[in-house]
């Protein structure tokens, strides 16, 4: 098995070849030693009589045993025992921005974190316009607030939001805006004044309306983050007073981190489909069909699905990386769905989890498969299974009172 910081080192032609030859194999010796470190997947693999075999296909991949990513939830107290290394080699904590008031809590290596964003940035060469784009608007906080963020959300040491990681590679490659900042100056005094921790924050509307005002002729430009953030900036704070633009093929949205239930962390919006996201950009800044696109990931894996519209489903498909396979899992029996079925999502991987044991984990997310493991979508080209996210199993309350009318009318 040749590991992650050789991979890493290897061109995206080289790692896709690789894992072509050598995912099984790799992926029946990492359960071999995720249970030899883990002793919650330990205990898994006993309780299921697993027996670690040498030659996994698509017909046994079912058979392995899977956790699921609640058991990363911080009140459980069950993530210590799914970490795989000690304390010094630990790099960052990563957490996730919960909706039900427990964040995840994932351990990663110093490897796993450059091999995270080395997959992120394949991604992002093969659906959000890496080797083009000029300028990329982040509608997510600058890592100021996201260390702010942290802080309020866990004591666990090392510890960063999992975000961060996907929009660190923007901030030495091209412009990057990220659209959310907070003055700490203004905060301090703002908090010494009123005894509070509640802070103020910013968008940064006036540099997004500059910037497009003077843009280039061959500047491309991004709508990257919060798919709430995006789409009620377009209504809110652009369409509403009659501001427009028409970037059209020079424009692109990469939306990420869910949302579309109109629920993300503190934030609460109406829903809005997917369709609708892709009329609001063309409408508000020109962008077409073709350019608005989607990611698609969680905490617990190192797992990273670029999508983008299909004008056939009114939806975003989401393409299973060559690093990953899935298998959806009716949520009744468990057992694997055919294409065109709805099921739970499963994730499985033998790399990017040198700190935690997710070589095989289950999300409460509901998703249809398209395709399976070996095809090939007829839309765009690109190989692997893909699936449309259909939400959660069960609804999340969110965490916030307030609505993002509210929100936005708190903003300074």
Not at 243 to 255: A, E, S, W
Request: proline share 4%; with cysteine; glycine share 6%.
């Amino acid at each position: 098995m040749v590991r992650d910081d050789k991979l890493i080192q290897m061109t995206k032609e080289e790692r896709e070849a690789y894992f072509q030859e050598n995912f099984f194999s790799d992926l029946a010796l990492a359960i071999k030693e995720v249970a030899n470190d883990s002793p919650f997947y330990r205990k898994l693999c006993e309780k299921a009589n697993y027996q670690f075999e040498d030659e996994l296909n698509y017909e046994n991949l079912y058979h392995i045993p899977y956790i699921q990513t609640n058991h990363y939830k911080e009140h459980l107290g069950i993530f210590p025992q799914l970490t795989r290394v000690t304390e010094k080699e630990i790099k960052y904590r990563t957490i996730s921005t919960s909706t039900s008031g427990s964040p995840s809590i994932v351990a990663r290596t110093e490897t796993d974190i450059k091999f995270l964003q080395t997959v992120t940035i394949d991604a992002y060469r093969d659906f959000l316009w890496w080797d083009t784009a000029t300028w990329v608007f982040n509608f997510v906080p600058s890592k100021f607030m996201l260390k702010m963020v942290t802080r309020l959300s866990t004591k666990q040491k090392k510890a960063m939001m999992f975000v961060y990681f996907f929009n660190q590679p923007w901030e030495s490659h091209l412009n990057n805006v990220y659209m959310i900042t907070a003055s700490l100056l203004r905060n301090l005094w703002h908090w010494i004044r009123h005894w509070t921790t509640e802070s103020i924050i910013q968008l940064r509307t006036k540099k997004l309306i500059k910037t497009l005002q003077n843009r280039k002729e061959d500047d491309f430009i991004i709508f990257g983050g919060n798919t709430i953030l995006i789409y009620n900036v377009a209504e809110k704070l652009f369409k509403e007073q009659g501001i427009t633009f028409d970037l059209g093929k020079q424009g692109g949205v990469g939306t990420g981190g869910g949302g579309w239930d109109g629920i993300k962390g503190q934030l609460i919006s109406k829903p809005f489909s997917k369709a609708e996201m892709v009329e609001q950009m063309k409408e508000v800044f020109g962008i077409p069909m073709e350019n608005v696109h989607d990611i698609y990931a969680f905490t617990e894996s190192p797992a990273i699905f670029p999508g983008h519209f299909s004008k056939k489903y009114q939806d975003q498909i989401m393409h299973v990386p060559p690093y990953v396979k899935i298998i959806v899992r009716d949520p009744e029996t468990l057992e694997p769905v055919k294409p065109g079925e709805i099921g739970l999502l499963e994730v499985l991987t033998p790399y990017g989890i040198n700190g935690y044991s997710s070589c095989a984990i289950i999300v409460d997310d509901l998703v249809q498969l398209i395709g399976d493991n070996d095809s090939v979508c007829n839309e765009c080209g690109y190989k692997g299974a893909r699936f449309i996210h259909k939400g959660r199993q069960s609804p999340p309350d969110g965490k916030s009172c307030s609505s993002i009318l509210d929100f936005f009318e708190r903003i300074h």
